[in-house]
């Protein structure tokens, strides 16, 4: 149940009352107080009430329809001000004990404006001033106005019965107190805790259109990804193969048909991943093969175009998913198109092994290096980078000029977010048939 629905017409109304609900709450106290005195006007015309006390009355019933909420100053003078026609009302008794029956309603009235204006320090502040006028009211005037209801039943009445009704009546406002004080306690806690509420959705709301940007935007990148790597790495094997076409051209025909026909496959194989990428499918890019078979097959591809020796080591002893296996294939074959397009090598290592929690991956080259600093640009290695982040793995890169290049992966088998450390990174043997 929404206890202050908003409506365009009572922002301001209701910017100036916390909930509304209060303020009807209010209203009915004020309106138990006029039936109040109008019947005990019937029933003792002896006591009569006075414009003064009518005048009073009616401010402190109209001081309602605002709430000075902002400033702690304006807060305190609202207060001080609504105390003190409380408090003439209570001298005002002693003239006309008839408003003495009023005086409770309006001490519950005070107590509920003062919960909205302040804190727990300044709520028991006033409830302590309205609970001392009150009972100054009850000690003074009460055994006198106890004594006279009483004779109407009984001829003479016995002292201690009248304290034990002037107790009672204490005992009676104490309690309507608490239970008013606690009453308006919980409604603001409602309230304040629906406007967090509100407030959140708000901000859900645009976090949702922030998430959906940057959902867009990651999906761009790995479009992106899977265009450079797929069809970077049969561009340059295309490349490679018909430069070879024209070296064999006139020293051997059919060698230089071979390369040919390896060229017509190769670009058979752009426009493929050309088609995987725009239609953005997440398939692994060996559907038919392990990825240990994918790895020595893009292994073979690349060395075969090329002059270069090749060590490659993959022991994979768990299953992987299709996600890490993309990943694996994917790093892999953008290195491998680095090498081939930068690295000027004529060594080349490929190692793949699973740990208990991890899967390894590492590419060394003999070639002419570069310097990692510099090399901020493009989708190669950042593309490696971010397919690593991804899974929460980590992807390391050490070079320098003349010697060479190492690229060293860890993808977590589980596929949970997180980093590993530098020194995690292991120690893979190589083979004794190269010096990378």
Same mark, same amino acid.
């Given at each position: 149940?929404?206890?202050?629905?908003?409506?365009?017409? #009572?922002?301001?109304?209701?910017?100036?009352?916390?909930?509304?609900?209060?303020?009807?709450?209010?209203?009915?106290?004020?309106?138990?107080?006029?039936?109040?005195?109008?019947?005990?006007?019937? %029933?003792?015309?002896?006591?009569?009430?006075?414009?003064?006390?009518?005048?009073? /009355?009616?401010?402190? !019933?109209?001081?309602?329809?605002?709430?000075?909420?902002?400033?702690?100053?304006?807060?305190?003078?609202?207060?001080?001000?609504?105390?003190?026609?409380?408090?003439?009302?209570?001298?005002?008794?002693? @003239?006309?004990?008839?408003?003495?029956?009023?005086?409770?309603?309006?001490?519950?009235?005070?107590?509920?404006?003062?919960?909205?204006?302040?804190?727990?320090?300044?709520?028991?502040?006033?409830?302590?001033?309205?609970?001392?006028?009150?009972? /100054?009211?009850?000690?003074?005037?009460?055994?006198?106005?106890?004594?006279?209801?009483?004779?109407? =039943?009984?001829?003479?009445?016995?002292?201690?019965?009248?304290?034990?009704?002037?107790?009672?009546?204490?005992?009676?406002?104490?309690?309507?107190?608490?239970?008013?004080?606690?009453?308006?306690?919980?409604?603001?806690?409602?309230?304040?805790?629906?406007?967090?509420?509100?407030?959140?959705?708000? $901000?859900?709301?645009?976090?949702?259109?922030?998430?959906?940007?940057?959902?867009?935007? $990651?999906?761009?990148?790995?479009?992106?990804?899977?265009?450079?790597?797929?069809?970077?790495?049969?561009?340059?094997?295309?490349?490679?193969?018909?430069?070879?076409?024209?070296? %064999?051209?006139?020293?051997?025909?059919?060698?230089?048909?071979?390369?040919?026909?390896?060229?017509?496959?190769?670009?058979?194989?752009?426009?493929?991943?050309?088609?995987?990428?725009?239609?953005?499918?997440?398939?692994?890019?060996?559907?038919?093969?392990?990825?240990?078979?994918?790895?020595?097959?893009?292994?073979?591809?690349?060395?075969? #175009?090329?002059?270069?020796?090749?060590?490659?080591?993959?022991?994979?002893?768990?299953?992987? #998913?299709?996600?890490?296996?993309?990943?694996?294939?994917?790093?892999?074959?953008?290195?491998?198109?680095?090498?081939?397009?930068?690295?000027?090598?004529?060594?080349?290592?490929?190692?793949?092994?699973?740990?208990?929690?991890?899967?390894?991956?590492?590419?060394? @080259?003999?070639?002419?290096?570069? @310097?990692?600093?510099?090399?901020?640009?493009?989708?190669?290695?950042? !593309?490696?980078?971010?397919?690593?982040?991804?899974?929460?793995?980590?992807?390391?890169?050490? #070079?320098?000029?003349?010697?060479?290049?190492?690229?060293?992966?860890? =993808?977590?088998?589980?596929?949970?977010?997180?980093?590993?450390?530098?020194?995690?990174?292991?120690?893979?043997?190589?083979?004794?048939?190269?010096?990378?």
């Amino acid at each position: 149940m929404l206890l202050n629905p908003p409506s365009r017409l #009572s922002q301001n109304y209701t910017a100036a009352r916390p909930l509304r609900l209060l303020l009807h709450i209010e209203w009915i106290l004020l309106s138990m107080g006029v039936l109040v005195i109008i019947t005990a006007m019937i %029933f003792h015309r002896s006591f009569q009430v006075t414009w003064l006390e009518l005048v009073l /009355f009616g401010l402190i !019933g109209t001081m309602g329809l605002y709430l000075p909420l902002a400033q702690l100053r304006a807060k305190i003078l609202y207060t001080a001000a609504e105390l003190s026609l409380f408090g003439i009302l209570v001298i005002r008794c002693l @003239d006309n004990p008839l408003m003495m029956r009023i005086i409770p309603l309006l001490g519950l009235v005070v107590i509920i404006r003062s919960c909205q204006l302040f804190h727990t320090r300044g709520r028991l502040v006033v409830a302590g001033i309205t609970f001392g006028s009150h009972l /100054f009211v009850s000690l003074t005037l009460g055994q006198t106005a106890i004594s006279r209801n009483l004779s109407r =039943l009984m001829s003479t009445p016995a002292a201690w019965q009248v304290s034990v009704l002037q107790t009672n009546a204490i005992i009676l406002f104490t309690l309507a107190l608490l239970f008013v004080f606690l009453l308006v306690d919980a409604l603001l806690n409602v309230h304040s805790n629906q406007q967090k509420l509100e407030i959140a959705h708000v $901000q859900l709301q645009q976090y949702a259109l922030q998430v959906e940007g940057q959902a867009a935007l $990651q999906e761009r990148n790995r479009i992106a990804r899977e265009i450079h790597d797929s069809l970077g790495h049969s561009l340059t094997a295309q490349t490679i193969l018909l430069e070879n076409v024209l070296l %064999f051209w006139e020293q051997d025909i059919e060698q230089a048909k071979s390369y040919l026909l390896k060229a017509k496959d190769s670009s058979y194989q752009a426009l493929k991943d050309v088609s995987r990428a725009v239609a953005a499918l997440r398939d692994s890019p060996q559907p038919d093969k392990p990825l240990q078979a994918a790895i020595i097959e893009l292994v073979n591809k690349v060395c075969q #175009s090329t002059a270069m020796s090749q060590v490659c080591e993959i022991n994979i002893t768990t299953s992987l #998913s299709d996600e890490l296996t993309m990943a694996a294939y994917r790093i892999v074959q953008e290195a491998l198109t680095n090498v081939v397009k930068h690295a000027q090598a004529n060594q080349l290592s490929v190692q793949l092994c699973t740990k208990p929690q991890s899967l390894y991956v590492q590419v060394l @080259d003999n070639g002419k290096g570069f @310097d990692p600093s510099k090399n901020t640009t493009g989708f190669g290695l950042g !593309g490696m980078k971010e397919r690593a982040i991804a899974l929460g793995g980590t992807c390391q890169i050490w #070079s320098a000029p003349g010697a060479g290049c190492r690229i060293s992966v860890i =993808l977590p088998l589980s596929n949970v977010v997180g980093t590993l450390p530098v020194g995690a990174l292991p120690t893979m043997p190589l083979r004794a048939d190269g010096d990378i």
